[in-house]
């Protein structure tokens, strides 16, 4: 029996835990192959929570079908077999995407930059057709002081005021909408 105690909750808003799930799986993979159970104690560890399987697994077969990990069955001496994920080539090089476009934008949440008034080339800043509902990740790599810091600094902004984080939420999502509805 899993005592609830001995579960660390996330340490930031579920819609960010959402929005990063993705890379901090892929994060997770990036020092070598983990079992399901595994992700889920590294996910735990990098801040993100212990997902129960019922959230985890799906997105695990989604970013297999992305070519971004894959899987094999793996015998135990002691126990039963369990699958163990990898990370590929093409997760690997979506990982870096993501973290650049992270990095991108905690910079500009930050107010350390804006886009092209800090100097970044067209080609530097992601195109808004490029970053969808899968390609959100986040630079999680050892648990980045820059990161944390920053995330640290929108998390009190955001309770400083809460109405804020629910309007910045809502914008994002007529953003999307209206980017998918081609509006």
């Known amino acids: 029996m899993v005592r609830e105690h001995d579960r660390q909750e996330a340490k930031w808003p579920v819609l960010w835990v959402r929005a990063a799930m993705r890379t901090a799986i892929l994060v997770c993979l990036e020092a070598g192959p983990l079992h399901g159970y595994g992700i889920a104690l590294a996910l735990e560890g990098l801040g993100f929570g212990r997902p129960k399987g019922g ?78 509902d899968t390609t959100v990740g986040g630079d999680l790599a050892g648990g980045s002081e820059v990161v944390t810091h920053a995330a640290d600094a929108i998390l009190q902004e955001v309770r400083s005021a809460p109405n804020s984080g629910r309007q910045v939420a809502d914008r994002w999502k007529r953003n999307v909408h209206a980017d998918r509805d081609g509006r």
């Open 55 to 132: 959230s985890l697994y799906p997105i695990l077969e989604e970013l297999k079908n992305a070519d971004a990990i894959n899987d094999e069955w793996e015998q135990s001496e002691g126990g039963p077999g369990r699958r163990v994920y990898r990370l590929t080539e093409t997760g690997r090089a979506r990982l870096e995407r993501e973290r650049r476009q992270w990095n991108m934008m905690v910079g500009v949440l930050v107010g350390e930059s804006s886009g092209h008034a800090a100097g970044l080339s067209d080609d530097a800043v992601p195109d808004r057709a490029m970053v969808d």
